[in-house]
């Protein structure tokens, strides 16, 4: 009962009056919020210092000195495993990187995403929170690459969270087409032991405004630079009709005909985030914001921001910021060492 309560007051506090009134989505997988219960203004907590992950280090499973963490594989070992699935399946380049995206909003980047049976013995993880349930893909890949290093590198090495970081980069160079994404990711995370269905509320959601965006971005040590960049990754994807049926009749016209007849009536009908470049990696997002061609309140939230304009007219500038914020996001609340709620685990779906 304690726990439960916890969570609602948890809920509230991230709840503003305008996700009270009508039926706004809250969050990608989640179904609207209406009741009004849960009307009260919003708390706003004071914004968490910048991640620094100084005990991170670009090349950590190079390093023979430590021979607990080595295995020189580990990163050319997670490319070929990223690259065989999304030579299969592009869309799964979209799904890692969304699932690297909402394991780093909750509970910093552990892993716990992964999990589905914790230390505790809980089975409500964040894989069945109303944002991840029925929506993240992809984790059979990490799967896969987490057992051949183990195989590889003579033990139980390599973490869970660092193989998600490294997948993300790689689904994200592969998806360019070419661009400036071989940037270096840090590593040394450990795996959390916990996760909780009920703690992902702390996801941004694509029905949120600017300034909702900005303070969910922020709780994490994150600024608005930050989350207009890193907005970019809605580029790639696909969405359910569900979360944009309401904003068609606001949105470029030719576009939301377009929508209408893929959707047909049909909450559950998936389309393209990005109608333009469907499966490329690149910043035409940005000129889609500033154009009214994207499907989110919270991509069209963007719309006045300049930074949108300016990565709309300078695709290396954006990639440059790309990389840069997904080593940033990389580092929000890492755990650095074993203890009694960090390990290395032996199976990223569960707690040793």
Same mark, same amino acid.
């Given at each position: 009962? =304690?726990?439960?309560? #916890? ?21 990608? !997988? ?29 090349? *950590? ?23 065989? #699935? /999304? ?30 049976? &914790? ?20 984790? @059979? ?32 160079? /592969? ?21 909780? =269905?009920?703690? &992902? ?37 696909? =969405? ?45 997002? *940005?000129?889609?914001?500033? !154009? ?26 954006? @990639?440059? =910021? ?31």
């Amino acid at each position: 009962m =304690a726990a439960k309560l #916890a969570a609602l007051v948890t809920l509230l506090a991230f709840v503003s009056p305008a996700a009270c009134l009508g039926t706004n989505v809250c969050f990608v !997988g989640w179904l609207p919020i209406v009741s009004s219960l849960l009307c009260s203004p919003r708390l706003r907590s004071r914004p968490s210092p910048p991640p620094s992950g100084s005990e991170l280090r670009v090349g *950590y499973y190079g390093d023979s000195n430590n021979q607990n963490s080595y295995c020189p594989s580990a990163e050319t070992t997670v490319r070929r495993v990223v690259e065989d #699935a /999304i030579f299969q399946d592009r869309g799964i380049g979209a799904a890692l990187i969304r699932l690297f995206f909402h394991d780093c909003f909750v509970r910093g980047c552990d892993a716990s995403v992964l999990l589905n049976t &914790t230390n505790s013995k809980n089975s409500d993880t964040e894989r069945e929170g109303p944002p991840n349930k029925d929506s993240l893909r992809g984790f @059979e890949v990490i799967d896969t690459a987490k057992e051949k290093l183990n195989a590889e590198c003579n033990g139980n090495k390599v973490s869970c969270a660092d193989i998600l970081a490294f997948a993300a980069r790689d689904a994200s160079k /592969i998806l360019s087409g070419g661009g400036n994404f071989s940037f270096p990711m840090p590593a040394g995370r450990y795996d959390g032991r916990e996760s909780f =269905a009920d703690e &992902t509320d702390q996801l941004p959601g694509p029905g949120s405004n600017f300034q909702q965006l900005e303070q969910k971005f922020m709780d994490q040590g994150l600024d608005a630079n930050d989350m207009i960049t890193l907005s970019g990754a809605h580029t790639i994807g696909r =969405a359910r009709c569900l979360f944009f049926k309401d904003r068609l009749s606001s949105m470029d016209a030719a576009l939301a005909a377009k929508l209408r007849k893929e959707c047909n009536g049909n909450d559950d009908n998936r389309v393209d985030q990005d109608s333009e470049t469907p499966d490329v990696l690149d910043s035409q997002y *940005y000129r889609n914001v500033i !154009g009214n061609k994207v499907l989110f309140a919270s991509d069209d939230a963007l719309r006045p921001a300049k930074l949108a304009d300016d990565y709309a007219n300078n695709r290396v500038s954006w @990639e440059s =910021a790309f990389a840069k914020a997904m080593v940033k996001m990389g580092n929000v609340g890492v755990r650095t060492r074993p203890d009694s709620n960090s390990e290395i685990r032996k199976q990223c779906w569960s707690a040793n």
